[in-house]
C-alpha cells in the first residue's frame, strides 16, 4: 500500500511536467514554472551515434561579470554507467529516485550537466555495435562535438566558465576530454572557457591503484600476509604487462586480482572495505564464468546503496528510468532502453581500460588548467592512499 502511494504520488508530479522536444534532438525545454528548469536532447556526434544530455540552470545562478557563474559536467564511471541516471538522482542532482528535493544538491552553487557518455551509455544510443567507441579519445571526439553543438549556439552558456568533474572511470574520459575541448577552442571552433577538472576516485592510472589495494586491506585486518602476498603478485605482472602495452591481458589480470581480494578477504566490499560484499546473489561459479560484468556491477550496486536510509518506497533506479523518467523526458526513442547497451560500452573500451592517463593531467598542468584530484575515505579498489602513490610530475 505504502509502495503504491508512492508510485501515485510520482505520476500526479510528473503530471505537471510538460516538455516540448523535436525528433532531431537539441533544446527540449520543460514547461516553464517546473521545479527543475532544466532542458534534455540528443545530439547525433556521428551518423548513428546519438548522445544525450541534460542540463539544470541553477535558481541560484547570479549574473555577475567579475565572477562568472560555473557549469559542471558531470562524468560517470564505469564505463558505462550513466550520469543522467546515477550521477543525477542518485548522487549530486536536485532530485532523487523519488523526486525528492536533495538538500546537498551541487545546483546551489553551479548548473549542471550531465551526459550519457560515451554513445551506448544511459538513454545514449548507437545504431550499430560498430559505431561503439573503443578509445577514450574517441569518447572526448564524441562530447567535444556534443559540447560544439550546445556552447556555439548559446551565448548564455558561453559566459560560464566550464567545470569537467568525473567519478571513477570517467577521469580518463575527463582529461581526454579536456585536451580535445583546449584544441577545439584554440582552433576557435568551440566557444566555451574551461574553468578546470576534478577527478574523484579517479582510474587515471590503474597500476598505482593495484598496488595500493594490498597494503590497506592488510592495515584493517581484510587480507592476512598470504592474501597480501597474492595481491602483490599479480599487481607486479600489472605492472609488466601495461609497461609492455599487452593492456588486454592486464585486463584479464585486474580481474583475477578482485577475485584473489575477494576470496582472502571474506568477500570485501570494494566501496566500502569495513563491510562484505551482498555478492548481489552471485556465486563464485557464475563470477569465474563472467567476472567482467561482476565487476562492473559492483559500481552500480555501490551507488544505489548510497540511497537515503529513509528512503520508503525502495525505488529501483532502472525502473524510475525506464518508466517514470522516460515518460517525463518524451523523446527517447522506442526501441532504446535506459542502460540497454551499457555492458557493450564497457566490452568495447575493454582495450582501453587499462591504459594510463598520467601522460594527459601532466599536459593538462602544463597548459594551465587547474586539475583536482581527490579521494574518499572507504573505497578499497580507489583508496586514498592512491594519492600518496601517484604525484603528477608538474607542480
Known amino acids: 500500500m505504502e509502495k503504491h502511494s508512492v508510485i501515485l504520488l510520482l505520476l500526479c508530479l510528473l503530471s505537471v511536467l510538460v516538455s516540448l522536444s523535436s525528433s532531431n534532438g537539441g533544446f527540449a525545454m520543460a514547461a516553464t514554472g517546473t521545479q527543475d528548469g532544466s532542458q534534455w536532447g540528443y545530439v547525433e556526434v556521428r551518423p548513428k551515434a546519438h548522445m544525450f544530455w541534460w ?20 562524468l560517470q564511471g564505469g564505463p558505462g554507467s550513466s550520469g543522467v541516471g546515477i550521477g543525477n538522482f542518485e548522487e549530486i542532482g536536485p532530485l532523487d529516485t523519488e523526486l525528492k528535493t536533495r538538500n546537498s544538491t551541487w545546483l546551489r552553487k553551479a548548473d549542471l550537466l550531465f551526459v550519457d557518455n560515451p554513445v551506448g551509455t544511459g538513454f545514449s544510443y548507437v545504431g550499430d555495435e560498430k559505431d561503439l567507441v573503443e578509445t577514450d579519445e574517441a569518447a572526448a571526439t564524441d562530447l567535444t562535438t556534443l559540447l560544439k553543438e550546445l556552447f556555439n549556439k548559446n551565448e548564455s552558456l558561453q559566459k560560464s566558465p566550464l567545470y569537467i568533474v568525473a567519478e571513477s572511470y570517467g577521469g580518463k574520459y575527463a582529461v581526454t576530454l579536456g585536451l580535445s575541448v583546449l584544441k577545439a577552442i584554440q582552433a576557435n571552433e568551440l566557444k566555451l572557457k574551461l574553468g578546470g577538472i576534478a577527478l574523484g576516485n579517479t582510474w587515471i592510472s590503474p597500476e598505482d591503484f593495484v598496488f595500493s589495494w594490498g597494503p590497506p586491506l592488510k592495515d584493517v585486518s581484510r587480507l592476512d600476509n598470504k592474501g597480501l602476498d597474492q595481491s602483490n603478485s599479480i599487481a607486479k605482472q600489472i605492472k609488466q604487462q601495461i609497461k609492455d602495452g599487452n593492456f588486454v591481458n592486464a585486463k584479464k589480470s585486474w580481474l583475477e586480482l578482485e577475485n584473489v581480494i575477494t576470496e582472502n578477504s571474506n568477500s570485501v566490499d570494494f566501496y566500502k572495505f569495513l563491510l562484505d560484499s551482498e555478492g548481489n546473489g552471485v556465486s563464485m561459479s557464475a563470477m569465474e564464468s563472467s567476472r567482467q560484468v561482476v565487476s562492473m556491477k559492483r559500481y552500480s550496486t555501490y ?19 525506464n518508466r517514470v523518467i522516460r515518460k517525463k523526458l518524451e523523446i527517447i526513442p522506442d526501441n532504446v532502453k535506459w542502460g540497454g547497451q551499457e555492458e557493450l560500452v564497457s566490452s568495447a573500451l575493454g582495450g582501453d581500460f587499462m591504459k594510463p592517463r598520467v601522460n594527459e593531467v601532466d599536459e593538462l598542468l602544463a597548459k594551465g588548467v587547474n586539475v583536482t584530484i581527490y579521494n574518499g575515505q572507504v573505497r578499497a579498489n580507489h583508496p586514498n592512499s592512491f594519492n600518496d602513490l601517484y604525484r603528477p610530475t608538474q607542480n
Open 55 to 74: 542540463l539544470y540552470r541553477s535558481p541560484n545562478r547570479v549574473e555577475d561579470p567579475s565572477k562568472p557563474w560555473p557549469i559542471i559536467l558531470w
Open 303 to 321: 551507488l544505489q546503496s548510497m540511497k537515503s536510509s529513509s528512503s520508503r518506497g525502495g525505488v529501483d533506479l532502472n525502473s524510475f528510468m
